[in-house]
Structures are given as C-alpha cells and as structure tokens.
C-alpha cells in the first residue's frame, strides 16, 4: 500500500517575550529562612519513562495558555488505499475552533495547561537496533468550548452527547480506525448512537476540572503509552499512522452538527 503522511501544524502559537536591561550586582548568600519564601518552577521539564519494550522522553511546557483559534482542513496521514472510506486521510478535521463568540465572555477562549511532545525510542540500549518509533502532541490539560467538524477520524475517542447517546470510537467495528464520520458505525448500537457528524463541538472538562488525556501521535508501529498519571487509567494503544486520543470529561456541545460561531475582531 502506498502511503505518505503529511504533518500539518495543529496549533499556532505565539509567545511574546520581553527583557529589562541588563543589571550587574554582587551576589550576596541569603539564610535558610529567607531562602523559604523564594520559590520557582522551570519553564520546561524533562522526564523519561520506560515500559520494558519503548523507552519515552517528554518535554513540558509549565505554562497555563489561553487560547482563540480557528483552523480549517487539518488533515493527517493522508492514504490511498480504498481500505474503509477510500481516499483520505488518518484524521480529516474540516473545522476545529478554539472558543466561541456566541456565548459568555468565559467561552471566548479555552484554557490549555502543561502542553508537550514526547518522543517514542525502541531498543535505547542497542545501539545497532535503535530507532525512533515517533512522537505524541498533548496537554496536561484542556477546558472550555471547541467546535469541531469531524470528517473522519482514527483515534480512542469518546464523547458524552446526552440523551442522545454516546460517540466511543472503540465500539466501532475497525476500533476506531479511520472512522468516517457519516454514519454510527458501531458494533454495539445501544453504546454509540450518534455520527461524528453530529457533533458539532465538544465542551473539554467540567466542574471537576479540565479535560486531562488529549494527545494527538504519530507512530510506525502500534505503542501503549505510560498510564495517564492525571487521571489514573491507562490509555488505549495508539495505532500506526495519525492517532487523535481524547476520551476524558468530554461532553457534546449539540447533535445537530452545529459549529459554534467564533468571529475576530474586526
């Protein structure tokens, strides 16, 4: 099967930084009691894990960001093979909105905290064997309104939509894998009775707080990532290819397909 992957950026951030002038002075050693009341946090972290077969290195941003955004036609992993819903791609996403205009000034913007990259190795200590299986984007946490246009989707992804049911992508009979969003696809009916094209956003967190496992990877080869030390679980294997997991405190904003309106200002 002929395949090539196309990377496109999901996020577009920028980060203004200013510096006073440069001072010179003396250092000076301070007491234990006033060195008490001095604290402080790195803006980056690094941590590594293992699980015996993959070996991870995740860099952390230690910043609380809030964000307003509007993208269009994200598009990752695109393929050819008529394999499920013929050409296309891993995760078509045709509308993707951070925040919204149409509702209380909160819902202007949704919060993100802790965002990363984490780098997946196989066989460290080989240096024969070594190789890099890919990388995962995430956040240590997300909360507010996002709207959302899902036109297919590979991923673990559930959704609560109320009364009208769920969207669990594990229920789907490929498991989630290139799941075309036009139609409930589901193996277990009762268990997911709504189209990904029915959701038309999703509200991230609620009142116990952010939503806490969305990551977004890129793999050669199937990975089960470290237990989500947040929440406590541990997390569904990321397939090959494009994978989008976000399964945590996720509720629909509406089942009629309906992006929330997200004007600039003018």
């Not at 050819?80 to 509702?103: C, E, H, P, V």
């Not at 009775?193 to 080869?221: C, E, M």
Request: charged share 15%; net charge neutral.
């Amino acid at each position: 099967m002929n395949r090539t992957s196309r990377l496109m950026p999901l996020l577009c951030m920028s980060l203004a930084l200013t510096g006073a002038p440069l001072a010179h002075a003396q250092g000076k050693p301070i007491g234990d009691e006033e060195l008490s009341d001095v604290w402080g946090q790195a803006l980056f972290s690094l941590t590594n894990t293992s699980d015996g077969t993959y070996d991870f290195s995740r860099i952390t941003l230690n910043a609380d960001i809030k964000l307003n955004a509007n993208l269009g036609g994200v598009r990752l992993g695109e393929y050819t093979s008529a394999i499920r819903n013929g050409t296309g791609a891993d995760i078509d996403i045709a509308k993707l909105q951070f925040g919204r205009t149409d509702g209380t000034l909160a819902q202007r913007t949704v919060a993100v905290t802790d965002p990363y990259i984490e780098f997946v190795y196989r066989n460290v200590a080989n240096s024969s064997t070594r190789e890099v299986v890919g990388m995962r984007l995430g956040f240590g946490g997300i909360q507010g309104d996002i709207g959302l246009q899902m036109n297919a989707v590979s991923g673990s992804l559930l959704i609560d939509a109320g009364s009208s049911g769920t969207v669990d992508s594990r229920n789907d009979t490929l498991g989630g894998k290139r799941w075309d969003g036009s139609a409930a696809t589901c193996a277990n009916a009762a268990a997911c009775q709504v189209a990904l094209s029915q959701i038309g956003g999703v509200t991230a967190g609620n009142a116990s707080g952010a939503s806490r496992d969305f990551f977004i990877s890129v793999l050669k080869s199937a990975v089960n990532f470290p237990t989500n030390a947040a929440t406590g679980l541990p997390t569904d294997t990321a397939m090959a290819g494009f994978w989008l997991n976000w399964r945590d405190r996720l509720t629909a904003l509406n089942t009629t397909g309906t992006v929330p309106a997200n004007v600039g200002k003018k």
